[in-house]
């Protein structure tokens, strides 16, 4: 349908699919977006291996918008359309990485596509290092909860073969599983202190929450608080040069609770202002979905 046109719509095979609020749509069209100017971006390389798609949490390649029967292209399959040499796709569940497979094969464009099943903390440094350093990487990481450890962030973009010039760019879901660990007055259940020093890479987090449990801070307060730490993290122990965020609403239209926030970072110059226009391109099109159901959260 139209209000869709810059998505890859697609119709139930009955293989695995994931299922989510119409704010998953949001994260796919601007993996579109970027990846279709990546891609324009990285005309010169096609002469020499062209460029790489890594997608370490990829899923089953289709998503059904959560009580509809609408299915839309995931993002390792938006990767594929998109121009990349290869496309490296990590999954935990057996189950997705063969149906991907299979959706990519059936729409002639599985040559591509290189898949792993297993922990994506392990495999994805794994798969940069092998990288040739004069191919252009991007990454997404787009993790359920706080599955993604930041040492795997770090390894990402520093890990690659000697002589890269620049770091792979990463897209990352920071999502709201760990923004509502933080965002109340509450302490920190037992035992995820830990699990959030390794997400973050350091516990400058307890003080930001600190603050909020004596009331110096508001939730939105502490929301932009963490993101903006996670941001400086990939600034000052990563050396990115240029960090930018996209907070993702779960009803666009109606400025429902917050989904997650999209953190996106780069070496080049062109890219803040690339990236910057598909968040704009995704900030119309959201508002030219009438219809959709609105969702408080994901199960």
Not at 102 to 123: E, K, W
Request: proline share 5%; hydrophobic share 40%; charged share 25%.
């Amino acid at each position: 349908m139209d209000e869709f046109s810059h998505l890859y719509e697609a119709s139930d095979d009955s293989l695995p699919t994931a299922v989510y609020g119409q704010h998953t749509l949001q994260k796919i069209a601007t993996v579109r977006y970027y990846l279709e100017a990546f891609d324009k971006a990285c005309t010169r390389t096609k002469l020499y291996g062209g460029w790489t798609f890594v997608d370490t949490f990829a899923g089953s390649g289709l998503v059904r918008v959560r009580d509809t029967e609408r299915f839309f292209e995931g993002s390792a399959l938006i990767g594929l359309r998109s121009g990349a040499s290869i496309v490296h796709a990590i999954e935990l569940q057996e189950s997705n990485v063969a149906a991907l497979q299979q959706r990519a094969n059936d729409r002639g464009i599985g040559a591509a596509l290189r898949t792993r099943v297993g922990n994506a903390n392990s495999i994805a440094p794994e798969i940069i290092a092998q990288i040739p350093p004069l191919t252009p990487v991007f990454v997404l990481q787009d993790p359920e909860g706080m599955e993604l450890k930041w040492e795997t962030v770090k390894a990402v973009a520093t890990g690659s073969r000697g002589g890269r010039r620049r770091k792979p760019e990463q897209l990352i879901n920071f999502n709201d599983g760990v923004l509502r660990l933080l965002w109340t007055d509450q302490p920190i259940p037992p035992g995820l202190e830990g699990a959030l020093d390794t997400y973050f890479g350091n516990p400058a987090w307890r003080e930001i929450v600190k603050k909020r449990a004596s009331g110096r801070f508001e939730p939105w307060e502490t929301i932009r608080a963490v993101v903006d730490l996670y941001k400086q993290q990939l600034r000052n122990d990563i050396g990115y040069a240029y960090v930018l965020d996209r907070e993702i609403r779960r009803d666009h239209v109606t400025r429902g609770p917050l989904a997650y926030h999209l953190v996106f970072a780069s070496d080049h110059d062109a890219a803040p202002g690339i990236m910057q226009d598909a968040f704009n391109k995704v900030h119309v099109g959201q508002s030219q979905f009438p219809g959709m159901p609105f969702q408080k959260r994901d199960e």
